[in-house]
């Protein structure tokens, strides 16, 4: 038409995203999310430096040249990023959010087992950058949580509340990260502290169960990706909460979604409840 003109279209800059642990099972999937996304490019590769991995292009099990090489050069591997996703061991993630924090990348961590005094180093960090740190970033879990906050205020008296979940044989740390996050979640919907009414063992002569007890049973075997099944066990009927993962893949598109979230947010520490909009203040 004469004398107008269409609006230019708006091209949108991909987000450049590093991964720790790029040689892991987790990394690997987190990589091959990432190359299939419209909207992230990796931008970096981390492992630690025994790795063999380093050294190799962080695509190759793919097929795949992507011209970023695995390194165990923090600062190096993360010059190039907007956000890194982190699923290692505590004291990696710690060492990568640090440098982190001085470059300005943000973060999305899905490592387990941390320390209370860990957390605050988290919190610390994220008063310099934007975090989102959740013990497990599925959607499908994350729901789950949100489910396990109204059974528990429903429930609060006269159930009797286990957590079960089963893991595969390599996972280190008991109970799992999302195990834990459940309990809390319970724990916090009732009024009660879980350091406090927490029991991870039973054996031997244990007298009848504290009614006020949160109770925890790890599995390990096999190459179990995830199960959590929440027991509220009352007198005449009893609800089973259960999620089962059958793919690391779920953690994965989790992540990218958390990373998408943190484009909005300059510091602060989220959790996959912000992410997904379900917390309701």
Avoid: W
Wanted: with cysteine; net charge negative.
């Amino acid at each position: 038409m004469t004398g107008t003109s269409s609006p230019a279209a708006t091209v949108s800059t991909p987000c450049r995203v590093a991964v720790a642990g790029a040689s892991g099972r987790m990394g690997r999937m987190l990589i091959e999310a990432i190359r299939a996304s419209d909207d992230c490019v990796l931008a970096g590769a981390l492992d630690i430096a025994a790795s063999p991995a380093v050294g190799s292009d962080a695509t190759a099990f793919l097929g795949h040249a992507s011209g970023v090489a695995i390194t165990a050069d923090i600062a190096a591997g993360l010059k190039n990023a907007d956000v890194l996703i982190d699923f290692t061991r505590p004291e990696g993630t710690l060492a990568h959010l640090a440098v982190c924090s001085q470059l300005g990348v943000k973060a999305v961590i899905g490592t387990t087992g941390f320390t209370e005094a860990q957390k605050a180093e988290i919190a610390a960090f994220a008063q310099r950058t934007a975090v989102v740190m959740a013990p497990n970033m599925s959607v499908g879990v994350n729901v789950t949580l949100k489910l396990l906050q109204m059974a528990a205020k429903a429930m609060a008296t006269g159930y009797d509340i286990e957590i079960i979940e089963a893991h595969h044989r390599h996972k280190v740390d008991a109970p799992s990260g999302t195990a834990l996050k459940m309990g809390e979640v319970i724990a916090d919907a009732m009024g009660r502290d879980l350091k406090e009414c927490a029991v991870y063992a039973r054996e031997g002569v244990t007298g009848e169960r504290d009614p006020s007890s949160i109770g925890f049973a790890t599995i390990r075997g096999g190459d179990i990706v995830g199960d959590h099944t929440v027991l509220f066990a009352g007198i005449g009927e009893r609800i089973e909460i259960t999620h089962k993962s059958s793919s690391r893949s779920t953690y994965a598109q989790g992540s990218l979604r958390a990373v998408r979230f943190l484009a909005g947010h300059k510091t602060g520490l989220h959790d996959m409840f912000d992410v997904l909009g379900l917390n309701t203040h």
